[in-house]
């Protein structure tokens, strides 16, 4: 057992005078915030302390109609007709004003999904503002970016996002569209609705054309709504695996276009030769970052068997250092887990690697005891078979094997249903072109973990998903080029 380390940091809270929310968040629809026609209202909680934090208009039918209703009459008489370096300015301006107001967006952020303050502040918000730059700049050169092509846009888009990254999914969402000419009605998803209504907040503030954005709330059956109606032309969607089939199915023979980012269970491959302090860091930012509620987190672990005992010894005492508690205290390393459902399964898969005869190890942190927390995990004594390899936990939960060679470890990373990413670390160039080009994955990080870049395409392999979002591949996926 390693020791847990002897310090404690005073706490740094993040203070929250200078956040603004309303009593109740309605329907953003025709560029107003409008009640729904049922004018039924859903709480969302704070995960950290299980306390209400205010409540969201949940949208029906009718709403929905609505809110496709006004996206198309903007797209007809407004948005697909105005000069392309026009569109531009008004995406520049959503990203300047979400600058602007980074820290309340921080804050709310990790009130509402449980996140790290450090994360929401460092990662989510800067790079939610930097997709929407990234896409502002294409607005008017779409011509470079499908030379000798028309890039036209698709019309209106339904796009459905998850609770993991909720800022920065709406922007990956929104932003191409937009650059691109299409009208939007978006889905945040039912437990982190906030940062999308504060957003709708920015875009009225940029005097975004009624209708081009809209901003709808509510569980699977709002969901649904948006990828059944007839007059959608496009459904862009990231979350779990099982809900990315039952939109191609719904969608199949409609015509409408998808892009589909789903789930993960990405192999991180440490070599002998590698950095191997470098690498333990790297395998905490791959599996514990944010909670473990990453699509691409480095969940299965694979060592070269020299160094298995060294790399296990290093991240066991590393996890004894990382400090599990208020996500609004700048020192937390892992936050609350985003919701009861979300910890019921953590719970549920370490249940069951148990049973299927895994070894534990815990990091012996203190946790709350209100809300949902669940301590670093990893697993050895493991093996390709087994559930807890195979699936997606979506929690901070390791499971680590060994390997002799470089075919090994390839044919081992591959035995997977999903295909999203992956992480190598080597001294070796060559091994990192060997691995990033045998590894059926759309990004393979190397001496590195989670970085990423609106410039670049990310999306997966097999039931991974299908389409890619950010750079010019994620253009494409909003564009009919003629
Ligand atoms: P989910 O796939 O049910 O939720 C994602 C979004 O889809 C939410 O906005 C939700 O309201 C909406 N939705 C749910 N059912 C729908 C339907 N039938 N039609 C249209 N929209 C629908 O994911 P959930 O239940 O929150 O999490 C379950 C598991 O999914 C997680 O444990 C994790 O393994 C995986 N997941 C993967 C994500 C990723 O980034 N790839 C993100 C979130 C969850
Ligand atoms: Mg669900």
């Known amino acids: 057992m390693t020791k847990k380390i002897k310090w404690d940091y005073s706490p740094a809270p993040e203070s929250t005078d200078h956040i603004q929310l309303k009593d109740q968040y309605d329907l953003f629809i025709n560029g ?14 704070n995960p950290a302390t299980e306390e209400k934090i205010t409540a969201v208009a949940e949208a029906g039918q009718s709403d929905i109609d609505k809110a496709v209703k006004s996206a198309r009459k903007a797209y007809d008489k407004t948005w697909s007709k105005m000069p392309a370096k026009e569109r531009g300015k008004y995406i520049f301006r959503i990203a300047r004003l979400l600058q602007e107001r980074a820290r309340e967006f921080s804050v709310i952020e990790t009130i509402d999904g449980g996140k790290p303050i450090r994360e929401s502040r460092d990662v989510d918000v800067p790079l939610a503002a930097a997709h929407f730059f990234y896409h502002a700049g294409w607005a008017d050169k779409l011509e470079y970016a499908f030379p000798g092509r028309a890039a036209k846009p698709l019309g209106v888009v339904g796009q459905i996002i998850p609770w993991n990254f909720p800022l920065l999914m709406a922007a990956w969402k929104l932003a ?16 982190t609705p906030l940062t999308a209504m504060k957003l709708a907040e920015i875009i009225q503030e940029a005097d975004l054309p009624p209708g081009v954005v809209n901003i709808v709330n509510g569980a699977g059956d709002t969901g649904k709504y948006i990828v059944n109606h007839n007059d959608v032309n496009k459904i862009a969607f990231t979350g779990s695996t099982d809900v990315g089939k039952y939109i191609m199915k719904s969608v199949a023979g409609s015509g409408k276009k998808y892009t589909l980012e789903l789930g993960g269970k990405a192999a991180n491959i440490i070599f002998e030769d590698a950095a191997i302090d470098q690498a333990v860091e790297g395998i905490v930012n791959a599996i514990f970052f944010n909670q473990g509620h990453v699509c691409c987190a480095g969940s299965r672990l694979y060592v070269q068997e020299s160094v298995a005992d060294e790399v296990i010894s290093k991240l066991q005492k590393r996890m004894q250092s990382l400090i599990v508690g208020d996500p609004l205290d700048k020192n937390t390393d892992i936050g609350a887990i985003n919701s009861k459902m979300q910890l019921d399964k953590i719970k549920m898969y370490v249940k069951l690697g148990l049973d299927e005869g895994g070894s534990i190890y815990q990091s012996s942190c203190s946790i709350p005891k209100k809300g949902f927390w669940h301590a670093p995990t990893i697993f050895t004594d493991v093996s390709q078979s087994n559930r807890i390899v195979q699936e997606e936990i979506f929690g901070p939960v390791l499971a680590i094997q060994t390997f002799r060679t470089v075919d090994e470890v390839i044919a081992k990373a591959n035995n997977s249903p999903y295909g999203l990413s992956g992480g190598v670390w080597t001294d070796k160039g060559s091994k990192i072109f060997k691995v990033t080009q045998d590894i059926r994955a759309g990004v ?24 890619s979002e950010g750079g010019i591949e994620g253009l494409s996926g909003y564009v009919n080029l003629v």
């Not at 915030?33 to 909680?45: H, L, M, P, Q």
């Not at 191409?176 to 437990?191: H, Y």
């Open 444 to 467: 393979i990080w190397a001496n590195t973990f989670n970085k990423f870049d609106p410039a670049s395409p990310f999306g997966g392999y097999k039931e991974s998903g299908v389409g």
């Open 176 to 191: 191409p569209a937009l650059a691109t000419g299409n009208t939007v009605v978006l889905k945040p998803a039912e437990t």
């Open 32 to 45: 107003k915030f409008i009640s729904g026609a049922e004018e039924k209202y859903f709480d969302t909680i």
